[in-house]
């Protein structure tokens, strides 16, 4: 089955710093990878997804690219704040089957 | 998400019992999915489920089990034969195969103990 590994495990920023966190995947079928931020106790929230006929997609502070030949993606925050201090984790799907998750990135923002 | 819920939203288990957890989801997708979290860990999936009356393991099947009755809903039982279940237990739901749509959660359901 896909193995999606994420690293850091954790990262640290200063505010208003841009943060970046990896992932790459072992299945070249995988075509949707979705990201989600978790605060503690709560659920999984989407962030950001991309599919794979897009090689970047951009939210306001938030961008995911993708690179299909390298098989990873990354997920880039820029002007980092406070409140987006939490855990994000990535995840790999085929065509909507299983999601396939990262082990995720605890991130601090340090005001 | 208001379209998933998860019941209830602690749990506590005695040594021998079996629980159950309950999810119901009103998205009308067609894929529901258990995973556990442990502290500082990823989502590991449990049980998963594409249709009605179909259901798969995931990686850490064992010790649990599931229904799908209806589309709307998917509990879990945790086991007696599960020795570890003190987690963070995590529905999800998603519209499935066929379709490039990302998954939903609910607020989980943290089980301990007693």
Known sequence: GENVEQHPSTLSVQEGDSAVIKCTYSDSASNYFPWYKQELGKRPQLIIDIRSNVGEKKDQRIAVTLNKTAKHFSLHITETQPEDSAVYFCAASITGNQFYFGTGTSLTVIP | ?114
């Not at chain 2, 809903?73 to 998603?94: D, E, G, M």
Request: proline share 4%.
């Open chain 2, 1 to 114: 998400d208001g379209g998933i819920t998860q019941s209830p939203k602690y749990l506590f288990r005695k040594e021998g019992q079996n629980v159950t957890l309950s999810c119901e989801q009103n998205l009308n997708h067609d894929a529901m999915y258990w995973y556990r979290q442990d502290p500082g860990q990823g989502l590991r999936l449990i049980y998963y489920s594409q249709i009605v009356n179909d259901f798969q393991k995931g990686d850490i099947a064992e010790g649990y089990s599931v229904s799908r009755e209806k589309k709307e809903s998917f509990p879990l039982t945790v086991t007696s034969a599960q020795k570890n279940p003190t987690a963070f237990y995590l529905c999800a739901s998603s519209w499935g195969q066929g379709s490039n749509q990302p998954q939903h959660f609910g607020d989980g359901t943290r089980l301990s103990i007693l």
